[in-house]
């Protein structure tokens, strides 16, 4: 029997981008909950909701200085309660994001935490001693520079993973745990489904904090791959379980960089005595650049068997013992279409967009769509460094273009253009009014001017959009179970295929082939398909049997 988030499907909203109610530029609570018949309509289950806390929004809203407070910018605390009335009166839950690596500089603990080497919140976070007037450590911090900053009131360095106002708490302390714990209860206790668990993995550190591998080229250790899956997470997670989940019916999802199969099998087992399930991120790294220094800016594109070979891996490397989530997309990654599918005609970008979904979601797992993918949202390409507003972006330019000079400033506004996290942060394209009806304002980050005629209300006038496609998707989900429960294989020899994916989904009823051309071209394939097959759902009108048209998708059930 499948459990009920099993068969769900997620939709992520990023509230400063969705829709702004009073008119300041912003996405705020009330606006989300306008449009919560939307995402009902769409067909999804359970919405994640980027970060609403009290926040500097150094990293919008994943530094948090209040995590019992709504960050004014998006509304108050009734605005929340009333969000998660609407939503459950239409059969939505609610996952919050948790954000417990680190806190905001600006959180209570923080400021207590610096006073001083006896102040009782010291050991809340993660405080060492310099080497010889260096760093304790060689980490690099994800947001560049140094992990570590020297705090002149004690002359000693604290632990930032991400950006200096980003301090990592210290999981060793008891009080730090049962803090969050806590917390974690009194949300349950207003009623929200579960929670996205922002870098979970990374909460054990290891123990004494070891130097990092470091390749030539970059001048900071490589700080994720030590921190990862650390000595005590599964015993963290294990204990939050007991105090948390066990509590109350709840969904979770951790985000887990550098999670490798085994891992996700403890973190997400069918046991449920840690996580639901984990996003794992190796097919969002097939794209990087082969250049150490380089990282994930770049415009190499991923290659379908590699695609082919990484999704493969998940699906069997997880069947029957721990749940697989599926996504392209989120507020980190780059719009998919523009990514892995095809932009450059409008035929195309639709085409390719179908596919792409089809290919996701009729894997085994829970599938997450993120906010705009259900339109087939492409990148901003913006023009300038100026137009960016993300720290990440913003950061990256400075060191590889102005610091180190590895890269031209035109080079590296191309890469930002394939691979910023501002891509998928612009404001949600309601219509085809001014600000695609985001805001009345202008927006915090521009609209993505690149096709102003991709919006929310085109795509529900088309019965033919990628609206329809993906809510048709989610139909199916909720309706057949072979596609939540079923075995899945690839179709002998198409290891070997660089143009198309064949997959087949098997239980003891039903079995349904999956056929994508991942190609612009016209190709001609044989499968072994009965006389009696239906098509499922297809992206062109009507089937060709063995010519796959461009982008084609199809799926046949016997
Ligand atoms: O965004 C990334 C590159 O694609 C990742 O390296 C990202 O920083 C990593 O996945 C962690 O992301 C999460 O924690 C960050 C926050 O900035 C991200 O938005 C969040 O999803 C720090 O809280
Ligand atoms: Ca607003």
């Not at 910023?420 to 612009?426: C, E, F, L």
């Not at 596609?483 to 002998?492: K, P, Q």
Request: glycine letters at 6%; aromatic letters at 12%.
């Amino acid at each position: 029997m499948a459990k009920w988030w099993q068969n769900a499907v997620v939709y992520q909203v990023y509230p400063r981008s969705y829709q702004d109610s009073n008119g300041d530029g912003i996405g705020d609570l009330p606006g989300i909950t306008q449009r919560l018949d939307y995402i009902k309509r769409l067909g999804a289950d359970i919405i994640w909701l980027s970060p609403i806390y009290q926040s500097p929004q150094v990293d919008n809203g994943y530094d948090i200085s209040d995590y019992r407070a709504i960050n004014p910018e998006f509304g108050s605390m009734a605005d929340f309660d009333a969000l998660l009335r609407k939503a459950h009166s239409l059969g939505l839950q609610i996952m919050m994001d948790l954000v417990v690596n680190h806190t905001s500089d600006e959180h209570k603990w923080f400021k207590q935490s610096r006073q001083g080497k006896d102040n009782p919140y010291r050991d809340y976070y993660i405080w060492r001693d310099g080497q010889d007037g260096h760093t304790p450590n060689n980490w690099g911090a994800f947001f560049t520079g140094s992990a570590w900053k020297l705090d002149a009131r004690t002359g000693q360095y604290y632990l930032h993973l991400f950006a200096p106002q980003q301090p990592d708490l210290n999981w060793e302390n008891p009080n730090v745990r049962h803090s969050v714990y806590d917390m974690m209860n009194w949300w349950a206790a207003k009623g929200v489904d579960g929670f996205r668990m922002d870098v979970i993995n990374y909460i054990s550190k290891p123990r004494g904090l070891p130097d990092a591998k470091k390749t030539a080229g970059p001048v900071y250790g490589d700080a994720g791959s030590v921190v990862a899956n650390g000595p005590r997470i599964h015993e963290f997670l294990q204990e939050m379980n007991r105090n948390v989940m066990r509590q109350h019916k709840m969904v979770t999802v951790g985000e887990a960089p550098a999670v490798n199969i085994a891992e996700a099998k403890k973190y997400a087992s069918l046991d449920g005595d840690e996580l639901n399930m984990v996003f794992q991120f190796e097919h969002m790294g097939l794209d990087e650049s082969t250049n150490p220094i380089l990282g994930r800016w770049t415009d190499r594109k991923a290659s379908l068997k590699d695609l082919r070979a990484n999704l493969t891996k998940w699906q069997k490397g997880l069947a029957g013992t721990a749940w697989n989530s599926l996504y392209w997309n989120n507020h980190d990654q780059p719009r998919v279409v523009s990514r892995f599918g095809n932009e450059s005609t409008e035929n195309y970008r639709v085409l390719s967009a179908k596919m792409l979904a089809t290919m996701l979601h009729l894997q085994q797992g829970t599938p997450y769509v993120y906010e705009g993918e259900e339109i087939g949202m492409t990148n901003a390409h913006f023009a300038s460094l100026d137009d960016y507003r993300d720290l990440d972006a913003i950061n990256a330019y400075h060191v590889l273009v102005d610091d180190q000079h590895v890269l031209t400033g035109e080079q590296m506004l191309k890469y930002l253009g394939m691979r910023s996290r501002d891509n998928a942060r612009t404001p949600m394209q309601w219509d085809a009014s001014a600000n695609a009806g985001f805001s009345t304002h202008t927006p915090w980050l521009k609209t993505n001017a690149s096709d102003p005629t991709i919006n929310v209300e085109k795509a529900l006038a088309d019965p033919n959009s990628i609206f329809y496609y993906y809510q048709k998707l989610i139909r199916l989900r909720h309706t057949l179970p072979v596609i939540t429960d079923g075995s899945y294989a690839l179709v002998a020899g198409n290891e070997d295929d660089d143009q198309v994916y064949a997959y087949t989904r098997k239980n003891a009823t039903t079995t349904l082939l999956v056929i994508l051309n991942d190609t612009q071209e016209t190709l001609c394939r044989h499968y072994d398909v009965p006389a009696d097959a239906q098509v499922l759902i297809e992206n062109y009108a009507d089937d060709q049997g063995d010519t796959l048209r461009p982008y084609e998708a199809k799926v046949y059930q016997f």
